[in-house]
């Protein structure tokens, strides 16, 4: 197990050199994404901090209310809360990113194990997972970096398939419960994703089971409530329908599932690959997980692995079925399509792609059982016992396993540089000490929407929150309220207007912020609110508060 960090550590050493100040991504123009989580456990530490008191009411888009479940809130990145305390948000999110890296290894070892896999193979697989491309390939989506819940639920449901108990159901609901609490988009998928899995066990043997598998995943979602409905309150509110076009535009397509990452043993004599999303896990990994789904029909496999390789078998298929989204089309019908016309949560769902994650997941794990079946078909032809692999297995072992390991390697992250919080910049230093400059704050920054690293400006804003304590009318997250896409919409198209003063007097907007870029107020006496110049900073930076005509007058 020491070794799975070790490998967490190798992969993400490039982050490592400055870990205050950088933050991983895929490319350089989602950096946006990765500065939001770090925002993210921000906030959930805060209000740790407070009892989680006000946790619905994040401090964007004001005033609006409930606003934190416009996205993933994330409240598993609780655990790392001491760390966000001491050395700050970017620092956490690197805590938070190798920790949940090792546990995907020590899960995916513990499932193997459980199976009856032994301890170099199991080993194996552990080592895989740790490294699962997706993770690696897109390290700034931190939600989707643990997967240990969703390989807890696998082995509870399996070991329920063994024994149905009261315990495992129990145990099943935990891990649920906290499958929903590092990610509510991961957490329905693999709910549904489980449930096929043991439909199909089911028609195997053990009815009775299901009723078990079911009863726990009820009872996980029972206790996610607190999570669920007020992320599905606030959507229900705000959660405009996505464009299908959108949202096959971020679906895969079978190319997709073709291509090779760049980091693998045959991307050379395979060649460049085009552009676009690469959801393949590596050919010899595939290869060995089909070796293990033609291992359900030999008898002479242990029946727990069988039953294993079928039921993730059936989880790996959906999982890339469904990661086609609307693309996927069957005889004419898409199933994707219809659901997103009838069913309120599939419509808000923007990148069905993440499917991926669970179904490179299972493969990996279908490839240690693979292994696993060809190690004691060699031991099986020279007559040895399958039950203690001799030297020539665990050669074996080594031999393939290390293949396959090195196969695909991590990526190598682009770094975005991230708010040295410990050195604010002399804006922030003036709100925090400037009595005047109270109240909610608008940054005269009105991205168009069309490109996520437009949001750069507001997302670094959001993260000096830590500092001024003051509430936002901008923000950043997966939903944005009307009164925001108002808002923004008027100052865009012609700033410093009555209109667009009396939207900020309606909201209580006290305090704007104008960075260097964006254009002055008129000189003219006829503005239609008076702006109080509080100061102007060393860089450029303008801080006003808004005043109505009583105040001028009182002046």
């Known amino acids: 197990m020491v070794i799975y960090l070790g490998q967490g550590f190798f992969a993400y050493r490039p982050v490592l050199q400055y870990p205050a100040t950088t933050l991983p ?3 350089p123009t989602v950096g946006v994404v990765a500065l939001f989580n770090a925002w993210t456990i921000w906030w ?36 790392v809360a001491p760390v966000a305390w001491l050395w700050g948000p970017i620092v956490a999110y690197h805590a938070y990113f190798l920790m949940n890296t090792w546990l995907n290894g020590v899960f995916a070892l513990l499932l193997a194990r459980r199976l009856g896999v032994n301890w170099w193979i199991a080993g194996w697989c552990g080592a895989l997972v740790v490294w699962l491309p997706l993770i690696y390939q897109q390290p700034e989506l931190l939600q989707y970096v643990p997967l240990w819940p969703v390989l807890w639920s696998w082995e509870i449901c399996l070991r329920i398939f063994r024994h149905p108990a009261i315990s495992s159901m129990i145990e099943l609901g935990m891990a649920v419960t906290v499958s929903m609490a590092t990610n509510l988009h991961a957490g329905v998928f693999s709910v549904v994703l489980l449930m096929a899995g043991a439909l199909v066990l089911a028609l195997w043997n053990g009815r009775r089971s299901v009723l078990v598998i079911c009863s726990g995943m009820g009872l996980g979602i029972l206790v996610a409530t607190p999570i669920l409905v007020p992320v599905m309150t606030v959507l229900s509110r705000h ?4 464009p299908l076009e959108t949202v096959a535009v971020l679906s895969a397509r079978a190319g997709d599932w073709l291509q090779v990452p760049e980091q693998t043993l045959e991307a050379e004599a395979l060649g460049p690959r085009s552009t676009g999303r690469v959801l393949n896990p590596g050919w010899l990994r595939v290869l060995l997980a089909g070796i293990a789904v033609g291992g359900i029909f030999a008898k002479r496999q242990h029946l727990e692995i069988r039953r294993a390789a079928l039921f993730l078998a059936v989880i790996a298929c959906l999982s890339v079925c469904g990661s086609f989204g609307p693309n996927l089309s069957i005889f004419g019908f898409s199933p994707w399509k219809h659901l997103h016309q009838s069913v309120s949560v599939v419509a808000w769902i923007r990148s069905p792609y993440r499917f991926a994650y669970l179904g490179q997941l299972a493969i990996l794990m279908l490839s240690g059982f693979g ?7 060699l031991l099986a032809s020279q007559n040895q016992s399958t039950t203690n692999p001799t030297v020539s297995g665990v050669i074996a072992a080594l031999f393939f396993g290390g293949l396959a390991l090195v196969e695909v390697l991590p990526s190598q992250p682009s770094l ?3 708010p040295d919080l410990n050195n604010p910049p002399d804006w922030v230093q003036s709100l925090s000490r ?22 750069d400006r507001t997302v670094r804003a959001m993260l000096w929150q830590s500092r001024f304590h003051l509430p936002l009318v901008n923000g950043y997250s997966g939903f944005f309220p009307e009164k925001w896409l108002n808002l923004s919409q008027v100052w865009r198209a012609s700033p410093y207007t009555r209109e667009a003063f009396e939207l900020l007097r309606r909201h209580g907007v006290a305090i704007l912020i104008r960075p260097p870029d964006f254009p002055p107020p008129s000189d003219d006496d006829a503005s239609p609110f008076p702006l109080d110049c509080l100061e102007t900073t060393f ?17």
């Open 434 to 455: 400037n009595r005047e400059a109270e109240g909610p704050i608008l940054i005269l920054d009105f991205p168009s929407g069309r490109r996520v690293i437009e949001y």
């Open 416 to 418: 975005v540089l991230a």
């Open 239 to 242: 959660g405009a329908r996505r």
């Open 44 to 79: 959930n530490a805060d209000r740790l901090k407070h009892g989680l008191a006000g946790y619905w009411d994040a401090p964007v888009f004001w005033p609006e209310k409930g606003c934190f479940a416009l996205s993933e809130p994330q409240p598993l990145t609780l655990v």
């Open 539 to 555: 860089s450029g930076v303008t801080i006003y508060r808004l005043t109505d005509d009583s105040d001028s007058r009182d002046r």
């Open 25 to 27: 991504c895929g490319k």
């Open 371 to 377: 292994l696993n079946l060809c190690v004691h078909g």
